[in-house]
């Protein structure tokens, strides 16, 4: 069912300080920010040989990293994102065996314009898990 890594997700308190350590420091490629207000976040990409890091900022009070951030005020690995080549009969797999999908189940348009969905990080290992279509 998994794919190709897609990305390893940070979030981060200010997106610009984010950009500025990885492009100016580590010397990365780096896309333009881009809002995502039905996620609640603000995204950029760092573009590595192999992957993707994607940085994540609180976008609106009701952000789904404002807690997260609560907790690690500097900031942190938020989430992996795996690609599968079929997101809805991975969905049904995942159910069938004993996964939880967060919220209503149904795939969301993500980042990169194709449907995601996330996965119960109590069910994956303590970690927060992306699925994306590819
Ligand atoms: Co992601």
């Known amino acids: 069912m998994l794919g190709r890594l897609n990305h390893v997700a940070i979030a981060v308190k ?6 500025r350590t990885y492009r100016e420091t580590l010397g990365a490629e780096i ?17 590595l040989p192999n992957t993707k890091i994607e940085f994540l ?14 907790k690690n005020p500097d900031g942190g690995m938020h989430h992996l994102c795996y690609e599968v080549g079929d997101i809805l009969a991975a969905r049904d797999a995942l159910i069938a065996g004993g996964l939880r999908i967060l919220g ?3 795939p969301k348009i993500g980042a990169h314009g194709k449907p995601v969905l996330f996965l119960h990080p109590k069910d994956c290992l303590g970690t927060l898990t992306e699925l994306e279509e590819v």
């Open 14 to 19: 200010d997106i610009a300080v984010a950009i």
């Open 31 to 47: 896309s333009e920010p881009q809002d995502l207000p039905e996620h609640g976040v603000r995204v950029v990409f760092v573009t």
């Open 57 to 70: 900022e609180p976008l609106g009070a009701a952000s789904p990293i404002a807690k997260f951030l609560e």
């Open 104 to 106: 209503d189940g149904e």
